[in-house]
């Protein structure tokens, strides 16, 4: 698509569904399971918040909102527990802990979102810093969120198991079991997502016949072998 008509000074490619970048080279594919390939383009360079798409303006709203909501939610359940009493069981241990990954996973995402809203406004340019967030931040994320979700389906096997059990169930055993099973869980769920930030990079999305830097772009993009590729599928 052309600006003009008689003579054709600039051209802005009209990219189909899940396509990105200024000449379309981007698929939603290279950036993952990532807030980049959802937000990231949406996000106009060198324009305040207040200006941005109406996109833009709700994520940041609900992500406000997500945040506080989560914050709020996991130090009431840390209080809620932080007696003797819940923690002479393995579901108490849970608690605390899918409280404490809770915490940790809202932190992450409260460091994630601003650094690409202001990454891709264009602001945060130096690439060290850009690389580090890339490999490391989206790593720990799904680390927090995949944890979340174990040790939520834990503590219903736990809650299930016990009234099965009845005067049987031992309380303490189960309290002890708790810790091997928490470790085991997260060197799984580390070891399953380790090579991410192996394959995470930075490539520049520019124009080598366009001078102009004002909407040039770091995009963090991972590139998996087709091996990795069928295994971070299933």
Same mark, same amino acid.
């Given at each position: 698509?052309?600006?003009?008509?008689?003579?054709?000074?600039?051209?802005?490619?009209?990219?189909?569904?899940? @396509?990105?970048? %200024?000449?379309?080279?981007?698929?939603?594919?290279?950036?993952?399971?990532?807030?980049?390939?959802?937000?990231? +383009?949406?996000?106009?360079?060198?324009?305040? =918040?207040?200006?941005? #798409?109406?996109?833009?303006?709700?994520?940041?709203?609900?992500?406000?909102?997500?945040?506080?909501?989560?914050?709020?939610?996991?130090?009431?359940?840390?209080?809620? /527990?932080?007696?003797? $009493?819940?923690? *002479?069981?393995?579901?108490?241990?849970?608690?605390? &802990?899918?409280?404490?990954?809770?915490?940790?996973?809202? =932190?992450?995402?409260?460091?994630?979102?601003?650094?690409?809203?202001?990454?891709?406004?264009? +602001? =945060?340019?130096?690439?060290?810093?850009?690389?580090?967030?890339?490999?490391?931040?989206? @790593?720990?994320?799904?680390?927090?969120?995949?944890?979340?979700?174990?040790?939520?389906?834990?503590?219903?096997? $736990? %809650?299930?198991?016990?009234?099965?059990?009845?005067?049987?169930?031992?309380? *303490? *055993?189960?309290? $002890?079991?708790?810790? +091997?099973? /928490?470790?085991?869980?997260?060197?799984? &769920?580390?070891?399953?997502? /380790?090579?991410?930030?192996?394959? %995470?990079?930075?490539?520049?999305?520019?124009?080598?016949?366009?001078?102009?830097? #004002?909407? *040039? %772009?770091?995009?963090?993009?991972?590139?998996?072998?087709?091996?990795?590729?069928? @295994?971070?599928?299933?």
């Amino acid at each position: 698509m052309f600006t003009r008509s008689t003579r054709p000074q600039t051209s802005i490619c009209v990219c189909p569904l899940c @396509f990105y970048g %200024r000449r379309c080279q981007f698929s939603s594919n290279v950036f993952g399971l990532s807030l980049d390939a959802i937000l990231g +383009y949406h996000i106009q360079p060198y324009i305040a =918040i207040k200006h941005q #798409s109406l996109v833009v303006q709700l994520s940041i709203a609900l992500t406000i909102i997500m945040i506080v909501a989560g914050l709020i939610n996991s130090a009431l359940l840390m209080i809620a /527990i932080n007696n003797s $009493e819940p923690r *002479k069981t393995g579901c108490g241990i849970y608690l605390i &802990n899918t409280s404490i990954t809770t915490l940790f996973t809202m =932190i992450i995402f409260l460091l994630k979102f601003p650094i690409l809203i202001i990454a891709q406004k264009t +602001y =945060i340019t130096n690439r060290l810093f850009l690389q580090l967030q890339c490999t490391s931040i989206d @790593f720990l994320l799904r680390i927090g969120l995949n944890m979340d979700q174990w040790l939520s389906a834990c503590i219903v096997i $736990e %809650r299930a198991v016990a009234p099965i059990k009845g005067t049987s169930f031992n309380k *303490k *055993k189960s309290k $002890e079991m708790v810790k +091997y099973i /928490i470790l085991i869980l997260l060197i799984l &769920n580390i070891g399953t997502i /380790i090579h991410v930030p192996i394959h %995470r990079h930075l490539i520049n999305d520019d124009d080598d016949d366009d001078d102009d830097d #004002s909407e *040039k %772009r770091i995009w963090c993009i991972v590139t998996y072998s087709s091996s990795l590729q069928t @295994f971070n599928t299933v």
